[in-house]
């Protein structure tokens, strides 16, 4: 079975970068699509973005399209989310998330949650 285990939030600026990561470990990784979800306080959680198991094929939300990359390396069982022009509106808890499908969008998808790094962005 694989576990996710995300690094990489913390207090950063408006304007700033910063770079997610998502370890894989226990299992096949090249067998899920990988997804960023993220829930903001009192909000539900959401999509931001997802990419095949190749890492052909990415896709994003609205509001991150343009300033966040997401990428894997499976040689090292690892995908990142790099946020860039980040906006105090991007504060949250940020999800790594696995599925045996092609791209992972829908939470209903979802087969695999890490527990979350927090991402707050101070204006």
């Known amino acids: 079975q694989v576990q996710l285990v995300e690094s990489g939030g913390g207090l950063v600026q408006a304007g700033n970068s910063l770079r997610l990561s998502c370890a894989a470990s226990?299992?096949?990784?090249?067998?899920?699509?990988m997804g960023w979800f993220r829930q903001a306080p009192g909000k539900e959680r959401e999509f931001v973005a997802t990419?095949?198991?190749?890492?052909?094929?990415?896709l994003y939300t609205d509001s991150a399209k343009g300033r966040f990359t997401i990428s894997r390396d499976n040689a090292k069982n690892a995908v990142y989310l790099q946020m860039n022009s980040l906006k105090p509106e991007d504060t949250a808890v940020y999800y790594c998330?696995?599925?045996?499908?092609?791209?992972?969008?829908?939470?209903?998808?979802?087969?695999?949650w890490g527990k979350g790094t927090l991402v707050t962005v101070s204006s």
């Open positions: 998330a696995a599925g045996r499908t092609y791209q992972l969008v829908r939470e209903s998808g979802v087969e695999l």
């Open positions: 226990g299992g096949t990784f090249t067998n899920y699509a």
């Open positions: 990419i095949t198991w190749m890492g052909t094929s990415t």
